[in-house]
């Protein structure tokens, strides 16, 4: 009795792990971009390591700089950002730190002396 239960949980488990992982996906200029791999840096949070793939095919890993708003290719060269393009839609999910308002705890009041 516990061989066949056995094989089912096996069989379950090894096609949850099979199915693909959905990508995020965007069409620009009439082609179909979408995100492969994303990382973003520890040490620069406004910096990402970026694999995408354009109408299918997969391009070579790339750092996208949101704050700077430029494209490091892995040849070493810099691209800047196109207006509304593949730069843009990574940065999208940049979110700066929110900044919270100091808070100036008030001077403690002693009372007078008698």
């Not at 490091?72 to 691209?79: E, F, M, R, W």
């Amino acid at each position: 009795m516990l061989k066949p239960i056995t094989l089912l949980f096996s069989l379950v488990l090894s096609m949850l792990l099979s199915l693909p992982i959905a990508a995020s996906c965007r069409t620009l200029n009439q082609q179909a971009i979408c995100i492969v791999d994303i990382q973003r840096s520890a040490k620069n949070y406004w910096q990402y390591r970026v694999s995408i793939s354009i109408d299918g095919i997969k391009t070579p890993a790339a750092f996208y700089n949101c704050r700077d708003r430029y494209i490091l290719q892995k040849d070493g060269t810099q691209v800047k950002f196109e207006p509304d393009g593949i730069g843009d839609f990574i940065c999208r999910l940049y979110k700066p730190p929110q900044k919270t308002p100091l808070q100036i705890p008030s001077p403690i009041r002693q009372p007078p002396l008698k």
